[in-house]
């Protein structure tokens, strides 16, 4: 169901283009951005946008009363098709900024999808059939990286557009941190599935300093590439029902691990995929607070540093 994007766009505070003049690798034959409603991991209905070509940053600026000069990005996930807006975007920039965080949901570029929504939902369906095949998969078969998974060239150059996008979020960020009431080496950020392995390919490759934390939520591999000696502390989680990531999120793990970089893994018995910020009276539920938790240890949660 098409609606009008613009009116998510002005959910909350400012947004900010990316590229005002253009991305500098655009996916072809992307149709007009659409929004449209979808079931998140096993939960409810929420909002989803699909067709985006001109990536944004959408602010939420932190409760004054706990500022304390960190910002995240955040990068919903979405198979490089499509962008799980609001449970894995807008609410989690809201849980960010109640405890003090300033957040920037991160809108990159998707491939393109059919505009006809009959032929998307045909779409959509395939997609599902495919990961009911996966869920049959044992400990022993699961895939190991996403090079298992998928093929097609097309996702591949989705992949580097979204990653291209998450460096340029980073850099903006930095810029205008003092605009926000940040300090630049105080950005870190956190994606789920397609935005984890965005997370995760910035944390290996950044562009420039590296974030201050990453967060990659059932998703993301360093595809063989080796983890820098400065890499930022690692959270990732996963359930082991998630037939299709679970083995390729313990090699990210263990990929840190490896390189003597701070790193944190949950595996949790039952969840599925996609359950971002929605509850679903699972273990997987526990995710959230472990990662609060996490970043309270590190200092990026709570007053600000040097407050007494």
Not at 42 to 68: I, Q
Request: one cysteine or more; aromatic letters at 8%; proline letters at 8%.
């Amino acid at each position: 169901m098409a609606d009008d994007v613009s009116n998510l766009a002005r959910l909350d505070n400012e947004v900010i283009a990316l590229w005002p003049e253009g991305p500098p690798d655009p996916l072809p034959n992307v149709g007009p951005e659409a929004v449209f409603r979808q079931i998140a991991g096993n939960g409810p209905t929420t909002d989803m946008l699909r067709n985006v070509s001109e990536p944004t940053l959408t602010v939420f600026r932190a409760d004054p009363a706990r500022a304390n000069g960190t910002g995240v990005i955040v990068c919903p996930g979405g198979g490089w098709q499509i962008l799980a807006w609001e449970h894995e975007g807008l609410d989690m920039a809201r849980w960010f900024a109640a405890r003090g965080v300033t957040a920037f949901v991160l809108k990159y570029r998707v491939m393109a999808t059919p505009d006809d929504p009959t032929r998307f939902a045909e779409r959509n369906t395939a997609g599902n059939a495919r990961q009911a095949e996966l869920a049959k998969l044992t400990g022993r078969t699961a895939p190991r990286a996403l090079s298992d998974l998928v093929k097609d060239e097309i996702f591949v150059r989705a992949r580097a557009a979204a990653a291209t996008d998450g460096r340029r979020a980073l850099a903006l960020v930095r810029e205008r941190a003092g605009a926000f009431g940040l300090k630049g080496e105080r950005i870190g950020m956190v994606g789920f599935s397609a935005g984890a392995f965005l997370t995760a390919d910035v944390a290996v490759e950044p562009g420039g300093a590296p974030l201050a934390f990453a967060a990659p939520i059932y998703g993301g591999e360093t595809s063989g590439r080796p983890v820098p000696a400065d890499a930022p502390p690692l959270f990732t989680c996963i359930a082991q029902d998630d037939r299709m990531l679970f083995k390729v999120v313990e090699g990210l793990y263990a990929d840190w691990s490896n390189a003597d970089r701070p790193a944190e893994l949950h595996i949790f018995p039952r969840g599925g995929h996609g359950f971002g910020m929605v509850e679903q009276n699972k273990p997987i539920d526990r995710w959230l607070g472990l990662m609060e938790a996490w970043l309270e240890d590190l200092g990026y949660l709570g007053p600000p540093p040097g407050a007494s």
